[in-house]
């Protein structure tokens, strides 16, 4: 995909992780703010987040992924103010014909019917219960959720079903919710996975300007755990050249925080991601940039990216094989190895009455 981005000024964009909000792959004409064509000086307004609404009549997707483990998926909201620039989900917005870039971090979708769309669909005859995983694509505890409390409803329909989840998350608002997530945990009904990409808070706030701080991050574990709730770490994703000397250090700050598992992903750079992490590479490292993409390229047949099964999360090749084995062994030596107990469906039972009609007992 060549690289014809034409950049956002800095001083327009602070905070955010993308420089352009070029056009997505749908769009038969690139996307370019324009000067007018009058000789006079134009304001340009610094880039607010904006949000709008859908009205889902869905809300859990069926995957088939055969390296996932999971089947279903929900997402609160469309787009991730988290901004972080290697986000493998930002294609999604060029399904809306939005831009992948800033679009994808300041023109969020929010679904405020997401939990009573979830109980309903919870309820239709033929339900059959598995663990629901939330946070695969957007960050549920993005900045948004504080106003908009969506995620939180959710969490409610889903305790009252007795309904296994999985959550994944870099937002710290999930502590908000702990008194939902730690009798759920005691039912062995939830498990948090927090990603921490880093122990930089420099670099961090470069590549994920709205995410929490590491050290937050870490913070969060502890509080999660000392509430009975289980916790993995998630290096994730291992940055080829930039992160992955810290690989071992971010374990052993995650089980020192309470962690009970750990896991890996390689940088994925589908589609827009690509030149989007590019031109990021060449705004703030440079001297870096040739390394690492050479190191991906060599882990996916000399392109950036392979979407291949089993493949895409790690890559393959020697680079690969050598995260591979540094994780294995730092995992083992903490105690991070074991498999956490798989979460019950046996409790699941739909509760007696529904947000429009009440049980009367």
Known sequence: MPNTARPVAADLRPGRGAASRDSGRFEAQTRHDEHDGWDIPEDRDVLRTVVSEERPRSVITYVKSPDIPFDR???PYRGCEHGCIYCFARPTHAWLGLSPGLDFETRLIARP???????????????????LAIGTNTDPYQPVEKERGIMRA???????FNHPVGIVTKGTLVERDIDILAPMAARGLVRVGISVTTLDA???RRMEPRVPA?????????????????????VSPVVPALTDPELEAILKAGAEAGADAASWIMLRLPLEVAPLWQDWLAEHYP??????MNHLRAMHGGEVYSA????RMRGEGPYAEIIAQRFTRAARALGLDRRQPP????LFRPPLGTAEQPALF
Request: with cysteine; glycine share 4%; aromatic share 4%.
């Open 214 to 234: 590491p050290k937050r991050r870490l913070e969060t574990i502890r509080r999660l755990t000392e509430a009975g709730i289980p916790v993995r770490i998630m």
């Open 113 to 131: 019917e997401a939990p009573a769309v979830l109980d309903r669909e919870l309820r239709r005859r033929g339900y059959s219960v598995a663990p």
């Open 154 to 160: 959710c969490l409610q329909v889903l305790s009252a």
């Open 343 to 346: 979460l019950r469906c046996d």
């Open 73 to 75: 998926t929900l997402n």
């Open 308 to 311: 291949k099964w089993f493949h």
């Open 202 to 204: 420099g670099l961090s």
């Open 287 to 292: 001297d870096r940039a040739a390394r690492v």
